[in-house]
């Protein structure tokens, strides 16, 4: 199995890819092909091949937990890690699954040595063994790949929830396809990332939750082969990123007490779950009033509770995003933020409130306006006005695709928003995948 796993690692880029570390040591680089600017200029959208889409029964509740945590080293393998798993875990529970409902890969393992770095007495360095319940084994690329063989032999039709914090780097020569970090120094791309999903049934739904650094390379995930030029997969995908592709995000520190956690993936788990990670009750993110916290609504709450300066980012944010001109940005900002605002969604009128509130903006103003007479004294009072930005942009261009009629785009926004509408089946407390 090991031999294969390397082949596979070698032909789809896993091993040796354009890569920034987030701890800033280079690694060669080796591009993956990408169409010419000529090649691009001759191409017609409809000369790739086009997938069917096919429509989903309703939002995709998961059943089928896998996490990926750790650093790819004792070095980078902070106790902030361990304790996100550990969080996820207690989210479960919460919700009425049991934590065995996940399969749970983390660094080393229940190899027995100690990998996981943190902060002892008097703030000197120290290494433990992992303590994580019901830890399955290392976080390789090699056991990743076994659980997407077992997930699709065994549990087809579950849909998928992936959840991975960890460290990623940026590739200095395509943006798109960055990757995230795994033990034994594997390193994912998002190409193979999704060519592996590939391997389930093209209508399992799968989502994804990262923390890395630069984790919005990972909403390409979505296109064939990655590559934000060609169609989306045929498979249901969609997910939640800490910070869009070009930025590093906060998070991964050794410091062992968890009240001062301040991440994405922290405040996502509270939204859904409705308690933090030192078990206080947070306000509820139902923002439709629905009885349910969907995925979406939980990415909304995390937007405004943490004070970072990440850019948390969907994958149907990162797709209209995308689409926008040059002029669609001018026009959306200089329109009076309530009257660009009126046409969100109730968690999407959450953030535009919210955030209008934490930066001081106001209403009537349009985004440039505010933003030429604003005075920012912190990095995350900037990181606010961003996210601003960021939502008004996609609020308008989901309205402006709405009014252009157009029907595939439609339908891809529209199951890109019902995936992202999805949450947690806690009708029964599943059993995780059979592991051979």
């Known amino acids: 199995m090991r031999v294969a796993v390397l082949l596979c ?13 987030d701890r800033g040591e280079p690694v060669e680089p080796v591009e993956w092909p990408m169409p010419t600017a000529e090649e691009r200029a001759v191409m017609a959208e409809d000369a790739w091949p086009v997938p069917r889409l096919e429509a989903l029964p309703g939002p995709p ?51 027995g040595q100690a990998t996981v770095r943190y902060l002892g007495e008097g703030k000197r ?21 076994d659980w997407v063989e077992q997930s699709a032999r065994n549990t087809p039709q579950r849909p998928a929830f992936i959840y991975f914090t960890g460290h990623g780097g940026a590739n200095g020569r395509n943006l798109d396809n960055n990757h995230l970090s795994l033990w034994e120094g594997d390193l994912l791309t998002v190409r193979a990332f999704g060519l592996f999903l590939n391997r389930l049934p093209s209508t399992t739904p799968v989502v994804t939750v990262m923390a890395q650094c630069y984790a919005g390379s990972f909403a390409n995930f979505i296109y064939q082969d990655a590559n934000p030029q060609r169609e989306v997969v045929a498979q249901p995908r969609c997910g939640f990123f800490a910070t869009v592709k070009t930025l590093p995000s ?37 923002y439709d009033g629905d009885g349910r916290v969907s995925y979406a609504e939980a990415h909304a709450f995390a937007k405004v509770d943490e004070v ?34 009126r046409t969100g969604r109730p968690e999407q009128r959450h953030v535009v409130e919210s955030l209008l509130k934490k930066v001081g903006f106001a209403p009537e103003l349009s985004w440039r306006g505010n933003f030429l007479k604003a005075t920012f004294q912190t990095e995350e009072d900037m990181a606010y006005a961003e996210r601003l930005r960021m939502e008004l942009l996609t609020i308008g261009m989901h309205e ?29 407390a599943v059993a995780p995948v059979a592991r051979e």
């Not at 937990?65 to 393998?77: C, D, M, Q, R």
């Not at 029907?407 to 890109?416: M, Q, S």
């Open 308 to 341: 970072t300066p990440d850019l948390p980012l969907s994958t149907s944010e990162a797709w209209l995003q995308r689409r926008a001109s040059r002029q669609d940005v001018r026009r959306l900002l200089s329109r009076p933020i309530h009257e660009v605002a």
């Open 400 to 428: 402006k695709l709405r009014a252009s009629g157009k029907p595939r785009a439609l339908a891809i926004l529209e199951r890109l928003l019902q995936c992202e509408g999805g949450s947690w089946d806690t009708s029964t």
């Open 9 to 21: 690692v070698g032909v789809l880029g896993c091993a040796r890819v354009p890569v920034v570390e």
């Open 250 to 286: 906060v998070g991964c520190t050794p410091e062992a007490d968890e009240a001062d956690y301040r991440d994405y993936s922290s405040s996502f788990f509270a939204g859904l779950s409705g308690r933090g990670r030192t078990g206080q009750p947070v306000a509820s993110a139902d």
């Open 61 to 111: 509740r998961a059943s089928n937990f896998l996490v990926l945590g750790g650093g790819g080293e004792p070095s980078s393998n902070e106790i902030a890690l361990e304790k996100n798993v550990r969080y996820f875990q207690r989210t479960l529970e919460t919700l009425g699954l049991t934590p065995s409902a996940a399969t749970v890969y983390f660094a080393n393992g229940n190899d």
């Open 125 to 145: 360095e120290q290494f433990k063994v992992p303590e994580i319940p019901h830890l399955t084994g290392p976080s390789t690329l090699e056991r990743f790949l």
